[in-house]
């Protein structure tokens, strides 16, 4: 049961922020940006083992997830960017920024491996199948290995995000809501969109521990596409969906610790019947109300 | 007495965008004042450059050359201190927000309040006295969705006058308005000039929707000229200003170049006429 500990609270707080953080993702319309991001976070990862840094101890895992977060704060930026110079066409710069990140990623992946083959022949073999093993975690995450330190810092980066978020909620909600006016109104669109950008992308790279490159951006939609089903009111639109991603994160745990499925695909797949479930009980009540 | 908007010599040029592209001279030395309480119509061709002129004003953009002051401050730090309210020419939230209209209405005066801060009582009283001036009081907590174009537009300007701006820019108000639609938002906008004391600049392609709004009126292509009357634009008063036939444009309005006094090259006059009148040059707005 002790093991499992830091693993259930790191899950529960990750999924607590992808709650909150998710109503803002789906009401900016941000869903493929956090795509972009995550798949963006590959690349980072490839440096991070080319650089020689990666998960064979606490603070290797440490220090290859700060190189990741960077990778990942440079690329949202850099959609940022993009889209200001497309005219506002993020479409475009996620294209550039996914296909660009994920390419060095690989190349980088198969740079490192083969750096690994030269050095060490005796074990080529043993290491092609830790890379390729390495690859499936960060595709679609691996909680298991969540020991106390690495909790201790998801818990203090989901706390450092909501502690953000709650300062600049006012700011958040106009920009989201209606961006185009907000500088008139003295605020900074260009300052707020970077801010919950780089927020965004270390969210991610949190979101990727559970669910990989693949999923995590999800943990940032469904609770809050599920909620915005539920109520017209923006307070309980916040609850619901802080709900649907604690629900789904705790019942996918719980089918994924009894049946023995990976943790993060079985999370997502939780929220995602929640976010069906959603869906139906809204066109029931439209139905109910017609 | 300072006066609301100072634009002293003011030009400014778009950059070329591309590698084809040419920069574009949006306004070309525009010289003038707004007193404060003056409703100021600025009326221009499409590509005249009144967009340029309210960003300019909003701080959104800096000028080339000139300078431009409001309320004696850098249009960043009044803008910065609330004291411009402003209505966009097409509302592009989402309709599909879970927010009501006093959310959104609140929107204008909260987001200048520190995070740890409530909202206070006379915050309170100011977005319910916006809300009550632009007679949205019954539908307060109706979430926004289920407004019609008319209401939600008074939503977003009890949201720009919420946080007690002095000066109120409208962008191009009324397009697609019918002339008692018109007319209704020219008493709202007079009833709001009156009860808070605003300084009202509206731009606008269209005559008829300077005419509901403003009482002092100027024509911008790229440069910019005043037509000041003493008794204010009264239906009278338009009648002899707009002697000259510009239907295709202004439908049945007409505009008698000679009231511009102010303009003394005669050729600048005929041009003034020519682009008010009859110019639809595309491009930026």
């Given at each position: ?178 961006e185009p006016v907000v500088d008139a109104y003295g605020l900074n669109s260009k300052r707020i969109t970077n801010t919950f950008l780089v927020i965004l992308a270390v969210a991610i790279v949190m ?84 | ?142 979430p926004i969705g289920g407004l019609s174009g008319g209401q939600l537009q008074r939503v977003m300007i009890a949201r720009a006058i919420a946080g007690n701006p002095k000066l109120l820019v409208l ?115």
């Amino acid at each position: 049961m002790n093991e499992l500990a830091p693993i259930i609270i790191a899950a529960l707080a990750i999924a607590l922020m992808g709650g909150a953080l998710s109503v803002f993702v789906v009401l900016k319309r941000l869903a493929f940006i956090g795509q972009g991001i995550s798949h963006a976070a590959f690349g980072g990862v490839g440096i991070a083992l080319v650089l020689g840094v990666h998960g064979a101890t606490t603070m290797g895992e440490i220090g290859q997830l700060a190189i990741v977060v960077a990778f990942s704060i440079l690329a949202a930026l850099w959609i940022a960017a993009l889209t200001r110079s497309h005219q506002g066409r993020a479409d475009t710069a996620i294209g550039v920024v996914l296909s660009a990140s994920m390419a060095l990623g690989f190349v980088l992946f198969t740079f490192a491996e083969s750096g690994h083959g030269h050095d060490e022949h005796g074990h080529a073999a043993a290491e092609h199948q830790d890379e390729h093993h390495l690859i499936e975690e960060i595709l679609f995450g691996n909680i298991l290995d969540t020991d106390w330190p690495k909790a201790s810092l998801a818990i203090a980066v989901v706390i450092a995000i909501l502690a953000v978020v709650w300062c600049i909620r006012r700011q958040l909600i106009f920009w989201a809501f209606d961006e185009p006016v907000v500088d008139a109104y003295g605020l900074n669109s260009k300052r707020i969109t970077n801010t919950f950008l780089v927020i965004l992308a270390v969210a991610i790279v949190m979101a990727m521990q559970i669910a990989g490159v693949v999923l995590a951006a999800a943990m940032l939609v469904l609770p809050g596409a599920g909620a915005l089903n539920l109520s017209s009111k923006l307070r309980s639109v916040f609850v619901y969906s802080v709900l649907i991603a604690v629900g789904g994160a705790s019942i996918g745990m719980l089918i994924g610790f009894q049946a023995g499925y990976p943790i993060g695909p079985t999370i997502v797949l939780t929220q995602s019947v929640m976010y069906l479930i959603s869906h139906i009980a809204k066109i029931a009540a439209t139905r109910r109300l017609a | 007495m300072v006066p609301a908007v100072e634009i002293d010599h003011v030009s400014y040029t778009y950059p070329a965008s591309g590698f084809d592209a040419s920069p574009l001279l949006a306004i070309d030395d525009v010289n003038f004042t707004i007193d404060e309480h003056t409703k100021l119509g600025v009326l221009g061709p499409n590509g005249g450059g009144k967009s340029t002129l309210i960003k300019l004003i909003l701080g959104m953009i800096k000028p080339t050359s000139g300078t431009i002051r409001v309320f004696g401050r850098s249009p960043i730090e009044a803008r910065e201190q609330g004291l411009i309210g402003y209505l966009p020419q097409r509302i592009e939230a989402d309709r599909d927000w879970p927010i009501s209209v006093e959310q959104v209405v609140a929107l204008g005066r909260a987001c200048r309040i520190k995070p740890w801060k409530k909202l206070a009582v006379d915050d309170r009283q100011a977005i319910n006295r916006a809300i009550e001036l632009v007679d949205l009081a019954d539908l307060a907590h109706r979430p926004i969705g289920g407004l019609s174009g008319g209401q939600l537009q008074r939503v977003m300007i009890a949201r720009a006058i919420a946080g007690n701006p002095k000066l109120l820019v409208l962008d191009e108000p009324t397009v697609g308005v019918d002339i008692a639609g018109q007319q209704r938002f020219g008493e709202l906008i007079e009833t709001l000039h009156k009860e808070l004391d605003l300084t009202v600049v509206v731009v606008s392609h269209d005559m008829r929707a300077i005419a509901a709004v403003a009482d002092r009126i100027a024509c911008l292509s790229r440069t910019l000229h005043f037509h000041d009357t003493a008794q204010g634009l009264t239906p009278a008063v338009l009648a002899q200003v707009f002697a000259h036939d510009v239907a295709g444009v202004f439908g049945d309005i007409h505009i008698d170049a000679h009231l511009a006094d102010d303009c003394d090259d005669p050729s600048h006059i005929h041009q003034h006429q020519h682009d008010c009148g009859c110019g639809d040059q595309g491009g930026e707005s």
